[in-house]
């Protein structure tokens, strides 16, 4: 072929476009209409756009919510970008850092003890930031550590809304080995304890991560991703008879944090420059 005939160079790319498959055009128009309704879309939307019946439709969706590329909200029957793309919403979670950095300081500074922002990230749940305590002996994890969900106060605060499903399936993927003789091991046992979290609004650690250590974590809500904030102690320096109003103190930032507004907050950035200098 003479690439300098422009009837040849134009069949060229006519071959070009007729290698299009089908079924990947699709799941992009998928993923761009997902990526385009940050309150999620209907079964009958993504149907429209891809021109399928809903049956098959349903079927993309399906396959593309088993690689953990999109997630069903079960109360509204929508569909979102899951966490699969955690890396391509790398901007959501680095901005959900920032507004949350300060708030973790108040909550150190307020209560004297460490302050962490968790993530569900597949299985585990992964510790995004952590404002230590200044005190000499504290209760603190390493950010970037990981920690199962059924002995930690941020894994039960998060997988408590999730589908029942969802929440059985991590549990026979990973197992629940007993960290300590507080640890929960049965799945029932720790189904019962999602239903407590749900009608408290907050989520206990009671010596099941740590013998010696307590926890307290609330879920953020409004949010695209799944993740909490919790205070970790001490179990002498933090009795139960402090349960509620830690409780009330974390739901406030939680509160404050929940929202769609994706502006970091006034100094975030400056608090995040000092705390990696």
């Not at 305590?133 to 997988?159: E, F, M, N, Q, Y």
Request: proline share 5%; hydrophobic share 40%; glycine share 8%.
């Amino acid at each position: 072929m003479n690439a300098e005939d422009p009837v040849a160079e134009g069949a060229h790319e006519l071959e070009e476009r007729d290698y299009t498959v089908r079924a990947v055009d699709r799941v992009c128009s998928i993923l761009n209409l997902l990526q385009s309704e940050v309150d999620g879309v209907s079964l009958s939307d993504v149907a429209q756009i891809t021109e399928l019946p809903k049956s098959s439709a349903f079927r993309y969706l399906w396959t593309l919510e088993a690689h953990r590329y999109v997630e069903r909200d079960p109360d509204t029957g929508t569909y979102q970008l899951g966490l699969g793309f955690v890396g391509m919403q790398s901007r959501h979670l680095e901005v959900l850092r920032q507004r949350a950095f300060p708030v973790l300081e108040r909550i150190r500074d307020e209560l004297g003890e460490t302050a962490n922002l968790g993530l569900l990230d597949g299985d585990s749940t992964i510790y995004l930031d952590i404002v230590e305590s200044r005190r000499g002996v504290r209760l603190a994890a390493s950010r970037g550590d990981r920690d199962p969900i059924h002995t930690t106060a941020l894994g039960k605060a998060i997988v408590a809304h999730l589908p029942e499903e969802q929440v059985r399936g991590i549990l026979e993927r990973t197992g629940m080995p007993a960290r300590t003789e507080n640890s929960i091991v049965s799945v029932e046992d720790y189904l019962t304890e999602l239903a407590k979290v749900r009608r408290l609004g907050y989520a206990l650690d009671n010596g099941e991560n740590e013998i010696d250590g307590r926890c307290l974590a609330v879920p953020i809500p409004q949010t695209r991703l799944p993740v909490a904030i919790s205070l970790s102690a001490p179990a002498g320096r933090f009795p139960l008879r402090d349960v509620e109003h830690v409780a009330a103190v974390l739901q406030a930032a939680a509160s404050e944090l929940g929202t769609t507004d994706a502006r970091p907050v006034a100094g975030s950035g400056e608090g995040r420059a000092d705390a990696e200098s």
